[in-house]
């Protein structure tokens, strides 16, 4: 397996995986291994997790969208939390670690492109996503009013009046109350009950301009 012979075969792609190789040159998989490890400290590889790799900017001629690499460093996922909040706008603060709820176990990824963290959540509550973004260039996020309930439930504590007002939430029109109100059923979580009451009574304050939330 020569270098030259993989960027043909993977320079169009953002990233790749160690079974591509060892399949496409027919190579045993700690061979593939050992020379992707040279190449890594020569600079020609970049590590983006156990088995996943990506070719340094000057070989690879297809972009790294980091929230795209989001979905494909484990799957299944999709993006959410703070990390969405941001994304819609909901929030002031520009996020840069990428929070992404899974049904498998939690876990961190750290590479050039980001820090991944990955929060493990029940099967009934991983609804309420979708794709957004243009071509293959397309990742799973969760819809505003999922991204609320995602935070909330990850993260401890009642989440009090005082607490919510500490987020400094924006564009509270975005939320659908319906759909927020649908989605909270499925949680069957009192605390979680809670919290969206307490949000939903502020959005409607900030929204008649008597509150700013």
Not at 17 to 33: G, K
Not at 75 to 95: N, Q, T
Not at 121 to 148: H, M, N, S, W, Y
Request: net charge positive; charged share 30%.
């Amino acid at each position: 397996m020569r270098f030259e012979e993989v960027i043909k075969l993977v320079g169009a792609m953002p990233y790749f995986d160690l079974a591509l190789l060892a399949q496409a040159f027919d190579d045993r998989r700690e061979s593939v291994r050992v020379q992707l490890s040279r190449w890594m400290k020569q600079g020609k590889v970049i590590g983006l997790r156990r088995g996943m790799y990506a070719l340094s900017d000057t070989y690879r001629r297809a972009p790294v969208i980091p929230a795209v690499l989001a979905n494909a460093l484990y799957r299944p996922s999709y993006l959410s939390g703070l990390w969405a909040l941001g994304h819609y706008d909901l929030i002031p603060e520009r996020v840069v670690r990428f929070t992404s709820v899974t049904s498998r176990v939690p876990r961190r990824f750290e590479n050039p492109f980001g820090v991944f963290d990955y929060r493990n959540i029940k099967q009934d509550c991983f609804f309420g996503f979708a794709p957004v973004g243009t071509g293959k260039q397309r990742f799973l996020v969760a819809e505003p009013e999922k991204a609320l309930l995602d935070h909330w439930h990850l993260t401890e504590g009642e989440w009090t009046p005082e607490r919510l007002d500490e987020m400094r939430y924006q564009h509270v029109a975005r939320v659908d109350a319906e759909r927020l109100k649908l989605y909270i059923k499925r949680f069957r979580s009192p605390r979680l009950d809670r919290a969206a009451r307490r949000w939903l009574e502020l959005a409607a304050l900030a929204e008649e301009g008597t509150v700013t939330l």
